[in-house]
Nanobody, 126 residues
Framework: QLQLVESGGGLVQPGGSLRLSCAAS????????IGWFRQAPGKKREGVYC????????NYLDSVKDRFTISRDNAKNTVYLLIDSLQPEDTGVYYC???????????????????WGQGTQVTVSS
């Protein structure tokens, strides 16, 4: 059974950067599209970026397009989310999740994902 573990979160000043990692065990990550979601205090979980199993297709929230970058290293069974120019509104718990689809499938809808990590906290504050 696929298990996901996020890491890389922390307390960062505005304008800083973080690289979040999503490491998989129990199955090969190459079979899944992987999404990153965030949940701010008191708000619903929202999808911010997704990469297809092939890595050739991505889908993202328009508001993060210029600051977030997703990548995957199937050999390391890991997906990354690089966040630049962090802003206070980026604060929240970041989750990675896996879903099954074809070579180019992506989604930002939580219901399209079957396996979830426990989340990593990102706090942007001066």
């Amino acid at each position: 059974q696929l298990q996901l573990v996020e890491s890389g979160g922390g307390l960062v000043q505005p304008g800083g950067s973080l690289r979040l990692s999503c490491a998989a065990s129990g199955d090969t990550l190459a079979s899944y599209y992987i999404g990153w979601f965030r949940q701010a205090p008191g708000k619903k979980r929202e999808g911010v970026y997704c990469i297809s199993s092939s890595g050739r297709s991505t889908n993202y929230l328009d508001s993060v397009k210029d600051r977030f970058t997703i990548s995957r290293d199937n050999a390391k069974n890991t997906v990354y989310l690089l966040i630049d120019s962090l802003q206070p509104e980026d604060t929240g718990v970041y989750y990675c999740a896996a879903g099954a689809g074809d070579y180019y499938s992506t989604s930002l809808r939580p219901r399209d994902f079957n396996s979830w990590g426990q989340g990593t906290q990102v706090t942007v504050s001066s």
